[in-house]
């Protein structure tokens, strides 16, 4: 091993992925669905499903915590940033060990580590270990969320058979936002917080067991001339974790602070730095800048980034008004969300067969306009509201939107990749969604904050004004997903079908073509 002059490692002998189905030859015709099949997109599923799950399932279970572990105000945060900036600093570098290493190989790796990391975190005895455990699951899950796209998009061939693994993999990683605050009230409201993480356990353990057994091994042939972006990796994960810490840290440092300043401007110069290492120096590069020549992939990342800034907040704010305005406890409020999870999961799968007749462009774009009604009716809460008026109507419609375009945003991201990329551009749109719900949650929460602390300086009462931030939250929600309308109308294309949506075969649509 040693270091290339363009600041990369040799790997020498190293094993990788055979090609997909289409390269070895299987079409959709031949593809015959089995109980292999069946349990391997389980396995796949359920895995992207912690991974997702874990970022909100302690939220309506953070006043238990705190009382059990003796964290302070300020230090409570932290077991959900943690989890936060190891999650989304690593996840290009996790998509591209997977493409060098093998996929499964990576997979087993970070299902195990982060199943023994959540044992980890049910065991804690004091703040201190709980924080550093969900670094750890963070870690893990960095690992896993990028392979269990690469993998299902190698296992199933293009057409019918892959659109089917897309749709049930898509609804349910869409619900598991949702999902994980429903689980955060049932298990903090009742048994104990602890389960939260012990869950994990059996079901981390099934997937490994799973995985040996009915993944397919994809390290069958070995290649000397293969090398690993190693200054990529450090500058990536450097300045990607950088800016997920000092957007972390604005509730104890505000955004005009010397300190969020300064850590802003060095995570800009690192990622600056990135990109021009990148595009000029490496030789194999961590991210081909050359993947946002494809319109498709540029589409779904720019998509994915402002659908992430909304949901986020919306999850958050929506959570705020349940338990500190309508005054619902943590199982009252993790119920109030199944409407959203139920009609989610059954409208996600709706979205590749509305992209097979009205292309990706019109399905994406009407999808975000009907998020962005939901979210206007969201704007209209009330101090007085109810369950009915002001929960469960504006989700039914912010589900019907956002479960129609989720699918589709996530597949046109492997639309045009080649088969040994596809691991870290799956990890690409994983991370554009994270780093932008990421920075969407923390402007959208001082400026909803920054309202209610207003009205409150003005005399209004307290609830009134507290209503009164959340309504601004939600309206600045409703403008991102206007914003993801106009973005899909002006990226992807017209006539976008079914077979421009699955393929993975490498035809790059020109940025500037219509």
Known sequence: MGLSEAGSVELSSVETQTPGPEAAGEST????????????????????????????????????????LGFSQASLAWVVNAYLILFGGFLLLGGRVGDLLGRRRVFLWGVSAFTLASLGSGLAQNAATLTVTRGLQGLAGAFVAPMTLAILNGVF?????????????????????SVGLILGGLLGGGPSWRWLFYINIPIGVFMVIAALRFIPDDRARRVTDRT????????????????????????QHPWGSGRTVSLLIGAALVLAYFVV????????????????ANRSVLGANVVS???????????????????????????????????LTVLLLCAAPVGPKLVAKFGMRAVIAAGAVISAAGLGLFARISEHGSLLTDIILPSVVLSVGFGILFIPMTMAALNGVPEERSGVASAMVNMTRFVGGSVGLAVISTLATTRTDHLLEEGHPALESLNSGLQVGFAIAAGLMVLTMLAAVALFRGDGKAAAVSGTEPVPEAVGSN
């Open 157 to 177: 061939p293009e057409g019918k058979p892959r659109d089917k693994a897309f749709g049930i993999w898509g609804g349910i990683t869409g619900v598991a936002g």
């Open 277 to 292: 290492h990148e595009a000029r120096i490496a030789s194999q590069p961590l991210v081909p800048l050359s993947l946002f």
């Open 228 to 251: 690993f972006d190693l200054v990529g990796a450090v500058t990536g994960t450097g300045g990607i974790s950088l800016l997920c810490y000092a957007i972390a840290q604005v509730d």
């Open 29 to 68: 015709s031949d593809f015959e669905w089995t109980r292999k099949h069946t349990i391997t997109l389980t396995v796949l599923c359920l895995a992207a499903f912690l991974d997702a799950i874990d970022i909100t399932v302690v939220n309506v279970a953070l006043p238990a915590i705190k009382s059990g």
């Open 305 to 339: 980034a402002l659908c992430g800034c909304a949901m986020f907040a919306t999850f958050y704010l929506a959570t705020l008004y349940q338990q500190q305005v309508l005054h619902f406890s943590a199982l009252k409020t993790g119920l109030g969300f199944i409407p």
